[in-house]
């Protein structure tokens, strides 16, 4: 058994990384921070595609170009930096990139779902790699894991905080009493949103992410809309009372697990009681948290957007093609994919003005109700695959309720708050 | 810029391991299930070497020698692991194996710790591997995250919850107001507590671990002895009350921070106020919370004891090894190793009988104190340096101040308790 050598640090064998970068915003100048104030990786940027001939820009105008093939067609160039918003031009990018023999990094969680099976075959086709640690809850390494430290664990469930925005949003609505419209304009200016905020606050960024998470974890390429996402944008003051009265908050999950043989997944708003480890995860955080066979429980808590975190993971990704990573799909190739379904039962709380507009009926289980003054709320199970429609009904809000099948820290709590 | 093949993941590519294993304990037993329960690794284990001759196994008895040299000659076994109390013992095992051509994997903290610079050029020399994700903090995967994942990032402090015997005999000491023997004696029959008790409750286990960790963090090789360790035995029912009156709960907190140019790093118990992220890590779980430039706060938690989790984390480092994975021990390639020192100032809470045990002038800087009926308390900073000599007085318990240096998930939150 002979140790690879190249796997033993010598700063003189890592490969001297030349840069092309497309979109200048956020991330990007982040990446571009982290990288000038960081020692011991060799990488720099060649060129920067960017969009606006306007922009004022914080670099000399010599380092940007409007053209792609700029640096698509630059033999110099061996890794392509894609972080632009429009995910079918990112697209693109990606596979002419891996056409003319560049690596890609890419913080693109949208493009990296919606076309992450035929990303899996370009990489084996074109031999180049395509990382993306980014993509996926900012700063926190759960690609990494996943493929390296978890591939002899039986994962059995991933579930958290996916998406930084809204959990900001959801932060200063609880905690500063703030409306939403102020809240979510305080999360804009920080830069923690996306560009299209109905991307976050409907829930499909986490489901890119959960996406691409699903992936890793389980070995499972998904179309993102083969995923419920339910949003934030219909949570009432109704709701917000509720939750108080019950020493409750809300957060935007994101979950998939195992169970009989199938994957079942899903984005949407849940109570989570105040001594919830999840509770605690604040502003711009977000949290994974991983149960398998052995390790059992582990969770991961960091930021989850903001310039800096995000182009750290970038960085980290860049880092690691000077010693020729790739992600190695092993649930893939070992072909444990199992199929996903929207069959399963979870508990939900349904909150409504008063009338009839949802019945016991519309549950496959009812547990019970309550009617107020001017609003009524009723408890019970439904089918996944049934949550949209019925978030979807005006004057409805639906929200999980606070069931803890989430993995816990405190695992001695372990109570059903709706038995 | 050629993708090295290896790392495509293909079956046919990852080598066949043949382990011999040293001892059949908690951890040993653990990776045996383990291992037989995870399809996707191709390891088998051809021998344990084992002390007693007459404890009851539940494996066949062939599968079991006495005699290391059974393992340590053996030329088909590549892979050694190491699971046995003695660290001299353990050390021996290490270099023979090294020198025989054979990887290892150890979850022997004390070993590692107290010979890690010579593991460390013993690698170099026999161009072999020696993992030990196991020995830190169980479960999580703190030290491969440390070498691959923040090798770019500017890491300014790592610190947390790292001994899982301790802390679950403090949630048992405060949530079920269980004696201090009663609890130990929960952990010890839960495997979670080291044979020898002491190297838990005194806090050398942690500080084992601290310095291992200080290795990955920063490039510093150092003795444990040059890290101070305050245990838990000294705590007293003076202290319990104190913190159930302030909403605090107590830690055994390790930690290690980069401060002008100089490392500093102790073990200690530190009051926690109880909406803090660390106060909801309970019984035997651990938490790692690194701080640095640019991904700024992460947490990592997960289980720190127990025969199933560690045994994860040693299949995983043998798992590593099919790929030929090594530490690269960057940091200290890079030359940044710092200085340490024990000149830093911390705050601390100091109780003791009436009278003139301690006095003012025992801190470097002074801020109050408090005299009850039968005992009295005094807060202030004192040098790390002087921490045992204080704690170490008869009848005197030194608690850390919950001052919140510590990295925070609720960061809006930060304000000294003690101003």
Do not use: W
């Not at 992936?215 to 917000?240: C, M, R, W, Y």
């Not at 960091?302 to 990573?325: E, M, N, W």
């Not at 949550?387 to 109570?415: H, Y």
Request: net charge negative; with cysteine; charged share 25%.
């Amino acid at each position: 058994m002979v140790i690879n050598n190249s796997k033993i640090y010598n700063p003189t064998q890592h490969k001297h990384l030349k840069l092309g970068l497309f979109g200048f915003g956020c991330v990007g100048q982040g990446l571009y921070h982290v990288l000038n104030e960081t020692h011991g990786i060799k990488a720099e940027i060649k060129k920067i595609c960017v969009k606006s001939k306007e922009k004022q820009r914080i670099l000399d105008s010599a380092q940007f170009t409007f053209d792609k093939n700029e640096i698509l067609l630059d033999e110099e160039i061996n890794v392509v930096v894609e972080l632009i918003d429009d995910a079918k031009a990112a697209f693109e990018i990606v596979k002419t990139a891996l056409q003319n023999g560049k690596h890609v990094v890419t913080a693109n969680k949208r493009m990296i779902a919606e076309n992450l099976e035929e990303i899996y075959h370009l990489q084996q086709q074109y031999n180049r790699s395509v990382l993306y640690e980014g993509a996926v809850c900012g700063s926190i390494p759960i690609l990494r894991n996943l493929e390296e430290y978890y591939d002899n664990d039986l994962i059995t469930s991933i579930e958290g905080i996916f998406n930084g925005s809204t959990n900001y949003i959801l932060t200063k609505v609880f905690e500063e009493k703030k409306s939403y419209t102020e809240a979510l304009k305080g999360a804009q200016d920080l830069g923690f949103a996306e560009s299209d905020p109905s991307l976050d606050v409907e829930a499909f960024d986490p489901k890119f992410k959960l996406t691409i998470a699903i992936a890793h974890t389980f070995g499972v390429f998904l179309k993102p809309e083969e995923i419920i996402n339910i949003g934030i944008q219909k949570i009432s003051p109704v709701d917000l009372k509720y939750a108080r009265e019950n020493n409750l908050t809300i957060k935007l999950i994101a979950r998939a697990y195992k169970q009989k043989g199938r994957i079942f997944g899903f984005v949407a708003p849940q109570f989570i009681p105040l001594d919830h480890m999840l509770a605690g995860v604040r502003n711009e955080y977000n949290a994974v948290l991983v149960e398998g066979a052995f390790a059992e429980k582990q969770v991961f808590i960091g930021k989850g957007a903001g310039g800096y975190p995000t182009g750290s993971a970038v960085l980290s990704d860049i880092s690691a093609l000077a010693y020729d990573y790739r992600y190695e799909y092993k649930k893939f190739a070992q072909r444990e994919g199992l199929p996903f379904s929207n069959e399963a039962l979870v508990d939900v709380v349904v909150s409504f003005p008063l009338g009839t507009l949802i019945t016991p009926k519309d549950f496959e289980i009812f547990k019970g109700g309550y009617q107020g003054k001017d609003y009524q709320y009723m408890t019970g199970s439904v089918k996944i695959i049934k949550l949209k429609a019925l978030s979807d009904l005006n004057n409805v809000s639906l929200i999980l309720a606070p069931e803890l099948n989430l993995a816990v820290i405190d695992s001695d709590k372990k109570e059903l708050l709706y038995a």
